[in-house]
């Protein structure tokens, strides 16, 4: 009879190992190492406002959320975003064109500075499908605080990286997909802070 007090606790115990979860590990769109080619080569920095419109309904969050079909989403429960998707997809660009391109963004522009192109991206598209590729679409619209002839601009755009079936894999795809928008931006950028016509 003493045998079913100990049965008891020792089910009890199994129980509660089976339900602690499986450790979370934390993922950001900015690499730990970025190429500071623009600062190797000297360039003067261009100085650009970036602000970030919204993302769709449900995606800025700090889970990491896996299309498993066409109408399906999961949740990623082994990996996390160290801040919301929206936070974490600023940060990323900001920092590709500082040390990529040697842009400086500016939170806002003072009424003493030279005028500085602006930037207004939405994000209508951050799509990652399970085992397959990244998606990254957005809207973005240039203009000049100066507002010369033809330094106004709207364009779309849409960047898709294969990615791998693991998290990091995934994270991976969505740095590239990131950085060639940031490619992108750049272009447009410098061209308006020299006059010409930026296109896109």
């Given at each position: ?62 889970q990491i959320l896996i299309r498993t079909d066409d109408t399906r989403l999961r949740v990623e429960e082994g990996g996390r975003w160290v ?118």
């Amino acid at each position: 009879m003493r045998l079913l007090p100990l049965l008891c606790v020792m089910l009890a115990i199994f129980a509660m190992c089976g339900c602690r979860s499986a450790p979370i590990s934390y993922y950001t769109l900015t690499p730990a190492d970025r190429d500071s080619t623009a600062t190797k080569s000297g360039r003067p920095a261009i100085k650009a406002i970036l602000v970030l419109r919204s993302l769709p309904a449900g995606i800025d969050t700090t889970q990491i959320l896996i299309r498993t079909d066409d109408t399906r989403l999961r949740v990623e429960e082994g990996g996390r975003w160290v801040a919301p998707l929206g936070d974490e997809l600023r940060g990323a660009l900001v920092d590709a064109l500082r040390h990529q391109y040697g842009i400086i963004v500016l939170d806002s522009a003072r009424h003493d500075e030279a005028p500085v192109p602006r930037i207004d991206l939405t994000v209508r598209k951050f799509d990652v499908a399970e085992g397959a590729s990244v998606t990254l679409a957005v809207d973005w619209a240039l203009s000049n605080t100066g507002h010369e002839p033809g330094s106004s601009l709207s364009c779309q755009a849409e960047f898709k990286e294969t990615s791998a079936s693991t998290v990091s894999g995934v994270v991976a795809a969505a740095q590239a997909a990131v950085l060639k928008l940031s490619r992108v931006l750049e272009v447009a950028i410098e061209a308006s802070s020299n006059g010409a016509t930026p296109t896109c």
